[in-house]
């Protein structure tokens, strides 16, 4: 069955340059999350569509964007890098037309800033 | 939002049944409670969903009282690839869209 995909699976950046991760959620789904957890620690919400309309939002820097395209996929823009957002990235998916659909995850994006 | 209270962590040896339980104090009519299963640097992973009484499916048990202000998560017979770490989600309709972690429970199955 198809899964979340996340691109890309690493990425390396330095202080203050410019991130840009994708999510292409399961087809059919209209719903993404995007999740931040940092070394040992649990996942943080930060920001969700539904429909391509932002829907709930968390303890998202400023210096993220994100959307969601007509396709469904999310990218998360993330700008004026800090060492402090070294973590992994994770979207998650879930279709809001069945009643309490649980969340599908992908594998991450291990962002590392230098 | 409810917020949930879990152990920190729980140890347990190969073949033994491994009871979670998770507090969840001012859970909302609507709220379904679902548990996933993280492994080192993978996405959670879906194990159970459940609003009252007991669900089961192939992999795990999940018990909630009839206050559900708890639950359950049973795993019976464990193997040391069930080493994860697990959390417990409280959410529904007016919450669907920021589910929040909590800490979850760092659970060591021993040899």
């Known amino acids: 069955a198809a899964g979340v995909i996340q691109s890309p699976r690493h990425l390396i950046k330095e202080k203050r340059e410019t991130a840009t991760l994708k999510c292409y959620p399961i087809?059919?789904?209209?719903?993404v999350y995007w999740y931040q957890q940092g070394p040992g620690q649990d996942p943080q919400f930060l920001i969700s569509f539904y429909e391509k309309m932002q829907s709930d939002k968390g303890s998202i820097p400023d210096r993220f964007s994100a959307q969601q395209f007509s396709d469904y996929h999310s990218e998360l823009n993330m700008s004026s890098l800090e060492l402090g957002d070294s973590a992994l990235y994770f979207c998650?998916?879930?279709?809001?037309?069945?009643?309490?659909?649980?969340?599908?995850f992908g594998n991450g994006t291990r962002l590392t800033v230098t | 939002l409810a917020k949930t209270t879990q152990p920190i962590s729980m140890d347990s040896y190969e073949g033994q049944e491994v009871n979670i339980t998770c507090s969840h104090n001012?859970?909302?009519?609507?709220?379904?409670i679902t548990w996933y299963q993280q492994f080192p640097s993978q996405g959670p992973r879906f194990i159970i969903q459940g609003y009252k009484t007991k669900v089961t499916n192939e992999v795990a048990s999940l018990f909630i009282p009839a206050d559900r202000k708890s639950s359950t998560l049973s795993l019976p017979r464990v193997s040391l690839s069930d080493t994860a770490v697990y959390y417990c989600?409280?959410?529904?309709?007016?919450?669907?869209?920021?589910?929040?972690f909590g800490s979850g429970t760092r659970l060591l199955v021993r040899p």
């Open positions: 998650a998916s879930s279709y809001q037309g069945s009643y309490n659909s649980p969340l599908h």
């Open positions: 087809p059919r789904h209209d719903t």
């Open positions: 989600l409280v959410g529904g309709v007016d919450s669907s869209y920021k589910l929040i």
């Open positions: 001012n859970i909302a009519t609507n709220d379904y």
